[in-house]
């Protein structure tokens, strides 16, 4: 991307911001099969597997972006990102209700707490996005949370198109996607003050628009790398094996 040659106001660069969305995985094809009805059950589950991992990492991000962050007032609120996927006070949270979802779509807790179905591509990915937020200033990871502008709109139509397309999936498993069209509206609301608060020269908005893109680029791959595995047949080491030989985490 090119860099800024000046300084966006405040409402510019805002709409610089919502302008990636045009690069959300929303748009990436093998999304688009799953809203249309064109999905397999292999693909559906598939995505609910490999998805789990990066659930269960979004708590260890923004856990890092606490570590980082000095201000009391960020971490108070910031606080109730982890609360709402962990659970908290009888609260089921996040990670819990994916694991619903992943019964609902026909896979047991054991597998995919397991993490054997999670390719190496999506945990290279996951695992990049979780070490940018360790390694960057808090603001730099806060910031690259925004992704959750788009994420409302992702959420609905799952909500619209999957009772519709996959009768076969269970409605109980739906209620991850329910509470997300709330929190991820309240999430977007502290991380954009935060942006817009802090990166003032074009310099620094050029660099958090590449951070954006950043994010964008790990979601991407992620489905790219399903793609191969669910859609073209094509696994990590489908010529040499047809067992799921990838390590599991070994590096965190």
């Known amino acids: 991307m090119k860099p800024l040659e000046k300084a966006l106001s405040r409402s510019e660069f805002e709409q610089a911001l919502r302008d990636k969305g045009a690069y959300y995985h ?3 094809p093998y999304h688009k099969a799953m809203y249309e009805g064109r999905a397999t059950p292999e693909q559906i589950r598939g995505w609910v597997a490999n998805r789990f991992y990066y659930q269960i990492s979004i708590p ?3 856990a890092a972006i606490m570590a980082n962050c000095p201000d009391r007032d960020v971490r108070r609120h910031w606080i109730q990102r ?4 962990d659970g908290y006070d009888g609260a089921e949270g996040g990670i819990e209700a994916w694991l619903r979802l992943g019964e609902a779509v026909g896979l047991s807790r054991e597998e995919i707490l397991s993490e054997e179905h999670v390719l190496p591509g999506v945990r290279f990915a996951v695992d990049a996005y979780v070490n940018f937020a360790r390694r960057a200033t808090w603001e730099e990871a806060a910031s690259s949370s925004l992704t959750e502008l788009f994420a409302p709109h992702i959420h609905q ?3 619209d198109a999957w009772p519709t397309h996959y009768p076969w999936i269970n409605a109980e498993g739906y209620t991850y996607f329910r509470n997300r069209l709330t929190e991820a509206r309240r999430d977007v609301e502290q991380g954009l003050k935060i942006t817009l608060d802090y990166y003032q020269t074009a310099e620094q908005q050029s660099r958090m628009l590449e951070i954006l893109q950043f994010k964008l680029d790990v979601l991407w791959t992620m489905l790219d790398a399903m793609t ?3 859609e073209l047949d094509r696994p990590p080491y489908h010529t040499v094996t047809d067992q799921r030989v990838y390590h599991r985490g070994l590096f965190k």
């Not at 982890?82 to 996927?85: F, M, R, S």
């Open 60 to 62: 260890i991000k923004d």
């Open 82 to 85: 982890i609360l709402d996927h």
């Open 228 to 230: 191969m595995a669910y």
């Open 157 to 159: 139509s799952r909500l």
């Open 26 to 28: 929303i748009h990436h």
